[in-house]
């Protein structure tokens, strides 16, 4: 253990007195300026004559994009950057480690007439490039001899800035136009619910040019000291622990939620919170989270473009931020048993070009003048919930999830909504009267009798944390997205869903009913989805099921509704996904999960072999344990070997989920058991103590415990 001392030297950084480091409270200057965007763009813009603010109408792309290069080169310039590269998103890239991006980088410079290196930039370099894409998941869309793939700038996000490279955000498409990507059809999906929404709004009285959704994304976590993650193959390998006994000590005492944040991990965090800022990523909220060493992030929110692909950029900073003091992050949704695992709750709301967010019932009737709107949107959604639940299920089936929900840790796989009682009521009146009121959010004022504190008020309406998705105030929150994902897929659903609705509710008023009769028999018909109580409770699947509102266990099941008929026409009408793009995503998404599955199923065979079985030996116990750890790692070889033998993808999906969720979780206990048993100095995988609890101020530079 005392080698560890000198393979870590940096965490030498850590000891810096705070006020020796630079932070983003003393260095508020820095934000942004990593950034091309606002001020910091304006002053590059207008060296080659081009107006402040160009960047705002994505037209520029069109009309301007040599001169916005020559400006991004003389900005790269002067911060010390001479490598530019088109940065995009390949499909069901949520990965174990920091959320999977793809990039070539490229130099900046040509040679001029004497063979010198000039640097330059022309606008056709960041517009588009032309690159080898055979190697990404494409669901059968492409043969790899035909392994064009492009990608073309997306002016919704800005380009920033790491180390030496431009980072050129671009969607990523094939040779015939189909989506290779996660952002292209965000994007689709984004116009569909920005044409509907105007559309509805505007027959209702409510002209705007465009809505948008807003999306704020609480990134959980866990740090691990580094040192004992490179003792865990499974860790590095594939995230999870797939084995370990439980440490003597867990969440027993809740002590460690919004506890104070040990000295190791919060110069670790404020690090990460000042690289960020430097990108104009607006990390505002940090805390410690329910498990030890669980951590959690969140921003502040913005467009979902953006803020997706500023989410992926915080993973992988904190990634390797994490190593510079020692540490490892987690971002897994289930890295450890019998502890909390972690989410990213996806909080959305649609904004319109003018500022107003439709899901503030205040501040929509004072924009539009009418109180009808915000009753005739929540039922719009409300509907979108109750029809494509499905869809929302299998937006949030990332391999780890299935190990999350439902485990009294996260909601249920049952897609419902809470609205709280208030809304509820608000609602309940709307429909039975047929006439919209004003909706005044309640609250009360609560007098302690204490004469030092003064009386506060707060809202009526309590937080609902068992939900999938609830409704805040002046946003859902989708709780149940995984921590590894990508969230670009959910929010197209969430985009698509609610389009869906919004046409059909603007058919109808076009057909001539009125928005009010439209939105009441929405509510009549749908109104099983909402659910207000504890979704926790054992009792609430059983009644879900019949109210007959979605609840899909498997991960796997949920993927296949993807290609389900009612799924595509749903796509392919919003021009967001044709019905190629559906079946080859379904193949990818379940690919990607057997793909998980084989990782995690070969790795614990090495664990078993290399580590469980040698310590079990050495510790000379009782010859039964190493005959049933041999016993348990034959069924995990056998449950590989039937993955391997079944052709189709679904069926491969569905040995893989059994293999998983039944072989290697009895072969687990059987290794859990022996680790009960193993001498300390014997055992050569760290153990959830070591990973859990090494919380002290000397971090992973601790030896001694
Ligand atoms: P909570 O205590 O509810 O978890 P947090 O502050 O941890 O609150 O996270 C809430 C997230 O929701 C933040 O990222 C915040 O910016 C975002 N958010 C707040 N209001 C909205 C909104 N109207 N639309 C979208 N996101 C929002
Ligand atoms: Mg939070």
């Known amino acids: 253990a005392r080698s560890s001392r000198a393979a870590y030297p940096a965490l030498a950084r850590t000891a810096a007195p705070l006020s020796q480091r630079r932070t983003f409270i003393n260095g508020s200057e820095d934000y942004g300026k990593h950034v091309f965007k606002g001020a910091v763009a304006d002053s590059y813009l207008a060296k080659q004559g081009l107006p402040a603010g160009l960047l705002d109408d994505p037209s520029w792309t069109r009309t301007s994009a040599d001169k916005v290069a020559a400006a991004v080169m003389s900005w790269a310039h002067d911060m010390g950057a001479g490598v530019i590269t088109h940065w995009f998103q390949p499909m069901a890239c949520n990965g174990v480690r920091h959320g999977m991006s793809g990039q070539v980088q490229n130099a900046m410079f040509v040679f001029d007439k004497d063979g010198k290196p000039k640097w330059e930039l022309e606008g056709k370099t960041i517009f588009q490039g032309e690159t080898d894409g055979s190697s990404f998941p494409n ?9 064009g793939g492009y990608t073309i700038i997306d002016p919704t996000s800005p380009i920033f800035l790491r180390g030496d490279t431009v980072f050129i955000p671009t969607i990523f498409v094939s040779f015939y136009g189909d989506a290779l990507d996660e952002k292209t059809p965000l994007l689709r999906a984004t116009k569909a619910v920005s044409t509907q929404a105007t559309r509805l709004l505007k027959l209702m009285g409510y002209s705007v040019d465009k809505v948008f959704p ?19 193959p499974d860790l590095q390998l594939t995230g999870r622990t797939i084995m370990g006994k439980n440490a003597p000590r867990g969440q027993e005492m809740s002590d460690h939620y919004m506890s104070a944040i040990n000295p190791v991990a919060m110069a670790c965090m ?27 992030f969140a921003p502040f929110f913005g467009t979902a473009t953006t803020q997706i692909d500023q989410n992926l950029v915080v993973m992988q900073i904190c990634d390797e931020v994490a190593a510079r003091h020692g540490l490892a992050c987690l971002a897994q949704e289930k890295p450890f048993k019998d502890v909390n695992g972690s989410g990213k709750h996806n909080n959305i709301s649609l904004g319109t070009n003018t500022g107003v967010n439709l899901l503030n019932p205040k501040q929509l009737a004072k924009a539009s003048g009418s109180h009808e709107i915000f009753p005739v949107l929540m039922a719009a959604m409300v509907r979108s919930v109750d029809l494509h639940g499905d869809l929302m299920r299998m937006a949030i089936a990332s391999p780890g999830n299935d190990f999350r929900l439902g485990a009294m840790e996260a909601p249920p796989a049952v897609i419902s909504t809470y609205l709280g009682d208030d809304i509820t009521q608000y609602l309940e009146e709307f429909k039975s009267t047929k006439t919209a009121k004003e909706y005044v959010a309640a609250s009360k004022v609560v007098d302690l009798g204490l004469e030092e504190i003064a009386p506060f008020s707060m809202p009526a309406e309590d937080r609902n944390r068992t939900s999938p998705f609830p409704y805040g105030g002046h946003r859902f929150e989708f709780r149940a997205v995984g921590s590894s994902q990508n969230v670009s897929l959910v929010n197209t659903v969430l985009c698509s869903i609610w389009a869906d609705s919004f046409a059909y509710f603007a058919d109808q008023i076009e057909a001539g009913k009125s928005p009010v009769d439209v939105a009441a028999e929405a509510l009549d018909k749908h109104w099983r989805v909402i659910f207000n109580g504890n979704g926790y409770d054992e009792s609430w699947p059983i009644e879900a099921e019949k109210r007959g509102i979605w609840r899909i266990d498997s991960g796997v099941e949920s993927i296949l509704r993807f290609s389900d008929p009612k799924n595509i026409a749903l796509f392919e009408k919003l021009g967001v996904f044709n019905e190629k793009e559906c079946k080859a995503r379904t193949e990818v ?9 084989e990782m995690e199923a070969a790795t614990m065979i090495d664990m078993m072999k290399q580590h469980v079985l040698p310590a079990v030996l050495a510790a000379d116990l009782d010859p039964k344990y190493a005959a049933d750890i041999r016993a348990a790692c034959a069924a995990v070889e056998a449950g590989l070997h039937k993955m391997h033998v079944v052709s189709d993808s679904a069926s491969k999906a569905r040995v893989a989920r059994e293999l998983r969720l039944e072989t290697m979780d009895q072969a687990r206990t059987v290794c859990d058991k022996a680790e009960g048993e193993v001498p300390a100095d014997l055992w050569t995988l760290a153990t959830y103590k070591e990973l859990l609890f090494l919380d002290s101020h000397q971090g992973s530079d601790a030896t001694d415990y």
């Open 589 to 597: 998404l379940l690919d990607h999960y057997s793909g998980f599955v």
């Open 214 to 232: 807003n999306i704020g994304l609480e990134q959980e976590f866990f740090f691990v000291p580094r040192k004992d993650y490179y003792r865990r």
């Open 139 to 147: 669901g059968g869309m492409r043969a790899t001899h035909t392994a």
């Open 270 to 296: 404020q690090e990460i919170q000042h690289e960020c800022f430097m990108m104009g990523i607006p990390l505002k909220t940090r805390h410690r989270e329910v498990a030890p060493n669980q951590y959690e």
